[in-house]
């Protein structure tokens, strides 16, 4: 949402919706005092603050039926999120398209967060999982090349792969394991939380776009901003799922130049906390956007997710 603009038609994110979203609308004190975006986002702002002003206006008229179905059908499922958090809990894997379209209307601000990030971890640990199986092949094969072993058509074949998906080269092994890796779900989850208002964006409603990355290509679905400068063409990428988002935002991570410094301290073993230091170019907020993300990790103990586990208990909603 709030990104510097790159050369990667799918890799700039626009402004983020958490100065107005989390605390016009989720009412987060400590997110409140975080200072304004820089000038040039203002338009972007402007347009989400209005719209969540409005959806405050009309709130206690709306029943948030959809938001308030999922919650009982967590609650049956005994999907407990302080339970989660604690590490007391597996996390199931769930199976759902996209985030309830009425979360706009929920006046409770915990039940609000809790299917937020109830909804979006599953989806998140699936994704790392995918990641985690290509990675261990990775390796598998940088200790066959170091034993002198040949490699089969096969593990050519999926080397090749891999490195076309990860955009570098399939001879430097050490790169693509630099750039095939997950990302922390602490990370995640505050990141999608700050870009997206806690899922309430238009973006999100109208195409599941969770980070608003920027597209300009004719092979993207994608959403017209309101605010959009004249003379701009670019639209707001819009996506299938909510999964299929998380996976386009892992794969910028993991991809473009503007991010080789959080590869690096993510391959040296540093927390999802620690590598926010290192998504200043991710907004233009600079390292106010990174005190952003920061304050959400602190405010809902995120670091906690970080070693959470999936269960292998299948939780289908249909949505």
């Not at 967590?74 to 989660?84: L, N, S």
């Not at 994704?127 to 199986?133: C, G, M, Q, S, T």
């Not at 892992?250 to 959080?262: D, G, K, S």
């Amino acid at each position: 949402m709030t990104s510097t603009t790159f050369p990667d038609a799918s890799a700039r994110p626009r402004v983020a919706l958490a100065f107005a979203a989390a605390a016009v609308a989720l009412g987060l004190g400590a997110l409140a005092a975080v200072a304004p975006p820089a000038p040039q986002a203002k338009l972007a702002v402007i347009e989400n603050v209005r719209e969540v002003r409005t959806a405050k206006a009309v709130a206690p008229k709306v029943v948030p039926e959809e938001s308030l179905a999922l919650a009982a059908r967590f609650d049956a499922e005994g999907y407990d999120w302080d339970a989660v958090l604690a590490g007391n809990q597996e996390v199931p894997s769930l199976v759902m398209k996209s985030l309830p379209k009425d979360l706009v209307h929920l006046q409770n601000v915990d039940l609000k967060k809790s299917l937020f990030f109830r909804t979006l971890l599953p989806l998140a640990l699936q994704i790392n999982a995918d990641i985690e199986a290509d990675r261990k092949h990775l390796l598998a094969l940088k200790a066959k090349a170091a034993a002198g072993e040949p490699f089969s058509a096969r593990d050519s074949r999926r080397l090749a792969d891999l490195a076309r998906a990860y955009k570098t080269e399939p001879e430097n092994i050490e790169e693509l394991l630099l750039r095939v890796d997950g990302v922390p779900p602490s990370l995640m989850l505050a990141q999608a939380a700050e870009e997206s208002g806690w899922g309430t964006s238009r973006f999100v409603r109208e195409g599941n776009a969770l980070f608003g990355q920027w597209t300009w290509s004719d092979d993207h679905s994608g959403i017209v901003p309101a605010a959009r400068d004249e003379g701009e063409t670019h639209k707001i990428r819009a996506f299938a799922s909510v999964k299929g988002a998380i996976a386009a935002y892992v794969r910028n991570l993991n991809t473009h130049a503007a991010y080789e410094r959080f590869r690096l301290q993510r391959a040296l073993g540093a927390s999802g906390y620690d590598l926010t230091a290192t998504l200043d170019k991710y907004s233009e907020r600079g390292v106010k956007y990174v005190d952003t993300l920061r304050t959400i990790m602190q405010a809902n103990n995120l670091a906690a997710l970080d070693q959470a586990r999936l269960s292998k208990e299948v939780l289908v909603v249909r949505r």
